[in-house]
């Protein structure tokens, strides 16, 4: 595993407005970043990422359908309880997920250890699925990278095929879209989405998150007041469980994407339930509830909320003394301890590996660094090629 410094392409700003990417730089500063791209070999690929991230996406699964049986469980993942029977409901049903992405930190020779699982309303789609990839093929055809090169990237092609089999699922040919307003990198994110959709024969309709309505007859509705039969909302469940309108929920009859039972799998509570449930396993760091820190023998440890976004109010703390804080709204509900592993870094970088999944299959990875070693909104996206 390598970084490679590499000019960026002539041009490419325009390009990308030419592709509708128009958050590769926010608040004046750079997310996208060709000036270097990071190297694996089919071996780092196959064995330390793909793999594993399959592997550890099926225990994750295990856990989520033993919090479903268990009521002291759900109130300790911070469920309202509500959703405790929709959530247990949604997960005995099979309904269908569409993506998911866990957080790894791997340096090229260790096992790859996971930070996260993003299973709700991850973002850095787009750049992932379609933007890298375009970056290789010209970067190939300029002979800048040896034509042999490739990329671990089937996104795009599983995100099409995904959409269409919740479709059939569902029995419906439209999937309506919904992200917040104000978010460009949640739009763009959304807008790849609706592309992904009509590539697979769908009608994929846009509304805000803050359009939509409540109908007579108990369906949301979107801006031009059409029922909402089958939503994709860019939109984290722990919000939309506590806000107004939740206890139209389940009324509704919505077919969410994601499935409420998701509001397990992306809950940082999931992490302690998988060191209790597969301790040692050399893919998962030790983790544990705030009442179990005395079992932690570790002096240097992360405090993460249990519900966070972006890398907002985690904390690195030594020997319980915060050495490193990112500012943010979360903690209300609470925080998960896990032994502290640093991001490797390269050059003045810390890098974390983000694995893809689409219908329990891994897609492709990216790439962000930060001179911080905590990730966040704005941390830089880099690309990456396959040799070797």
Known sequence: MFRI????????????KDFGFTFHSMYGEPYWDESAYYQFTLQQIESDLESPTEEVHQMCLQVVDEVCKSEEL??????????????ADSWKNADPSLY?????????????????????????????????????????????????????????????????????????????????QDTIEDRGTVQYLQDC????GLDAPFVFIEE???G????????????IVSLFKLYPWEFMQREEFSEHIVGSQTNWIEPLWKSVLSNKALMPMLWKSFKNHPNLL????????AQCEHTKIVKKPIFSREGANVSILENG??????????????????????????????????????NDQAAGISVREDTSPITQDMSRYLPHIILG
């Open 212 to 214: 939509i309505g409540l």
């Open 197 to 200: 959709a009509a590539e697979s």
């Open 286 to 293: 030790p983790a544990y509830f705030e009442h179990e820190l």
């Open 74 to 87: 759900l109130e300790r993942f911070q469920i309202p309880k509500a959703f405790w029977q929709p959530v």
């Open 321 to 358: 003394k915060p050495l490193l804080t990112a500012q943010g709204p979360y903690g209300e509900e609470g925080f998960i301890y896990q032994a502290y592993s640093e991001l490797p870094r390269f050059e003045n970088n810390y890098t974390l590996i983000g694995s893809w999944l689409v």
């Open 100 to 180: 998911s992405r866990l957080d790894f930190a791997y340096n090229g020779k260790l096992p790859a250890k996971l930070y996260e699982n993003n299973a709700d309303t991850p973002t850095s789609l787009y750049e992932s699925g379609f933007w890298q990839w375009l970056w290789l093929q010209d970067q190939v055809d300029t002979n800048k990278v040896s034509r042999h090169s490739d990329q671990f990237n089937s996104l795009q092609e599983k995100l099409i095929e995904r959409l269409s089999q919740i479709a059939d699922h569902y029995q419906v040919n439209q999937i309506h879209f919904s992200s917040c």
């Open 216 to 227: 007579e007859s108990g369906r949301f509705t979107d801006a031009r007041d059409h029922e």
């Open 5 to 16: 410094a590499s000019a960026p392409r002539k041009g490419w700003q325009q390009k990308a």
